[in-house]
């Protein structure tokens, strides 16, 4: 089976510009996180949707916006690019269950240079 | 306030040795989950070990081994007999228990191990 999907793999845009990045999740999952990880940290938290609703939204600018479509595939979108947007953007998915975490499961990730 | 540290920023190994990564978290909540990730050089995040904060049994899967301890708010890693193929950026999460919503993991900084053949 295939796993959690993302595109594209390398990106390298300039200051102001947007950016949309693409990801499709795991077969029947039906939850996509976004997470942003910047060289030598952690992923950090950006958004969960669920049955295209936001179900959760980390610590981010308005810059940072997101949606999930009817076959559960999600796009974070990025307006007005800063150069610490600069990171490798890693999408999950996970099948939720009730009353439970359920494990998330990462794409191989987009890279995005902000120059 | 909920925080996931992982004092150790880089380990170094000989092939075959065994070694521990700590992991050490802070949370309010009564039911919350934890997770150790494996982050190859290639970037994905490979899915190692889920805990929920009920179940302090230790667990070993191959030459891997995980130690919750409750009192101590830690959930530490062990690699036995380590080979090269298990160097990477190990991170370890925390997720709380959101009735099913659970979109929040919060990672620690990871730690780097380097196993030397």
């Known amino acids: 089976d295939a796993g959690v999907t993302q595109s594209p793999t390398h990106l390298i845009k300039t200051r102001g510009q947007h950016v949309t990045l693409r990801c499709s999740p795991i077969s029947g999952h039906k939850s996509v996180s976004w997470y942003q990880q910047v060289l030598g940290q952690g992923p950090q938290f950006i958004f969960q949707y669920y049955e295209k609703e936001e179900r959760g939204r980390g610590n981010f600018p308005d810059r940072f916006s997101a949606r999930q479509f009817p076959n559960y595939s999600s796009e974070l979108n990025v307006n007005a690019l800063l150069l610490g947007d600069s990171a490798l953007y890693l999408c999950?998915?996970?099948?939720?269950?009730?009353?439970?975490?359920?494990?998330?499961?990462f794409g191989p990730g987009t890279r995005l240079t902000v120059l | 306030a909920q925080k996931v540290t992982q004092a150790q920023t880089e380990i170094s190994v000989v092939e075959k040795e065994d070694v521990t990564l700590d992991c050490v978290y802070e949370t309010r909540d009564t039911t919350y989950y934890l997770f150790w990730y494996k982050q190859p050089p290639s970037g994905e995040l490979v899915f190692l070990i889920r805990?929920?904060?009920?179940?302090?049994q230790n667990e070993i899967s191959g030459r891997y081994s995980w130690n919750f301890q409750k009192s101590t708010s830690s959930f530490n890693f062990t690699i036995t007999a380590s080979q090269v193929v298990d160097s990477a950026v190990y991170f370890c999460a925390l997720s709380p228990n959101y009735g099913g919503s659970q979109g929040n993991l919060i990672f620690g900084k990871g730690t780097k191990l380097s196993v030397k053949p």
């Open positions: 999950a998915s996970s099948l939720p269950g009730t009353g439970v975490t359920d494990t998330q499961y």
């Open positions: 805990r929920n904060s009920f179940d302090e």
